[in-house]
T-cell receptor, first 112, second 117 residues
Framework: KNQVEQSPQSLIILEGKNCTLQ??????????LRWYKQDTGRGPVSLTI?????NTKSNGRYTATLDADTKQSSLHITASQLSDSASYIC???????????FGTGTRLQVFP | NAGVTQTPKFQVLKTGQSMTLQCAQD?????MSWYRQDPGMGLRLIHY???????DQGEVPNGYNVSRSTTEDFPLRLLSAAPSQTSVYFC????????????????FGPGTRLTVT
């Protein structure tokens, strides 16, 4: 069964610190992997999209990595800001179904 | 360019009532979809459309209907609301459907929070 699992479920860090969120998937055949940021009460907003041939992609202070062999991805946030407080959702697309499979997200809280 | 808009933002229904959640996009996107988001679960696909006049079922379609008469609009109808339909509903759109070409960005609306009592 195609699944996407994220860890940790929640994370608290101090402003200015770095953090890394993890995503493991069992989706096959793999098409692409996306990371979304969802602020409370809002819809998800895309941070990065990576295909099979890409193993890293950055968007400002956000850097996503992809290891298609181990079916793992990570999202690294550098020098966190209060505005980074949100849920971060990993989404994987399977080539045969063209559907997006969503993880349950990691809830990040950044405190001053 | 308003992107993806949804109305209403909040709604409370009684069991058995029907209603329509509105979704519109002004980006001329072919692909539109509806998701529901429940605590502790990933977003789940309800229905989707690859173009005007074409709709199909997603993962959790029971109790919902959709239509796509124009490129811009993709309303979601709850036929007879049940407490199990209490959720946050998101509409999304993108240029193309499918994973054969480069993946296109999917844009989400702000959501409709629905409570069924």
């Amino acid at each position: 069964k195609n699944q996407v699992e994220q860890s940790p479920q929640s994370l608290i860090i101090l402003e200015g610190k770095n953090c890394t969120l993890q995503c493991n998937y069992t989706v096959s055949p793999f098409s692409n992997l996306r990371w979304y940021k969802q602020d409370t009460g809002r819809g998800p907003v895309s941070l990065t999209i990576m295909t099979f041939s890409e193993n890293t992609k950055s968007n400002g202070r956000y850097t996503a990595t992809l290891d298609a062999d181990t079916k793992q991805s990570s999202l690294h946030i550098t020098a966190s800001q209060l505005s980074d407080s949100a849920s971060y959702i990993c989404v994987v697309s399977a080539r045969n179904t063209d559907k997006l499979i969503f993880g349950t997200g990691t809830r990040l809280q950044v405190f001053p | 360019n308003a992107g993806v808009t949804q109305t209403p933002k909040f709604q409370v229904l009684k069991t058995g009532q029907s209603m329509t959640l509105q979704c519109a996009q002004d980006m001329n996107h072919e692909y539109m979809s509806w998701y529901r988001q429940d605590p502790g679960m990933g977003l789940r696909l309800i229905h989707y459309s690859v173009g005007a006049g074409i709709t199909d079922q997603g993962e959790v379609p029971n109790g919902y209907n959709v239509s796509r008469s124009t490129t811009e609009d993709f309303p979601l109808r709850l036929l007879s609301a049940a407490p199990s339909q209490t959720s946050v509903y998101f509409c999304a759109s993108s240029y193309v459907y499918g994973s054969q070409g480069p993946p296109y960005e999917q844009y989400f609306g702000p959501g409709t929070r629905l409570t069924v009592t």
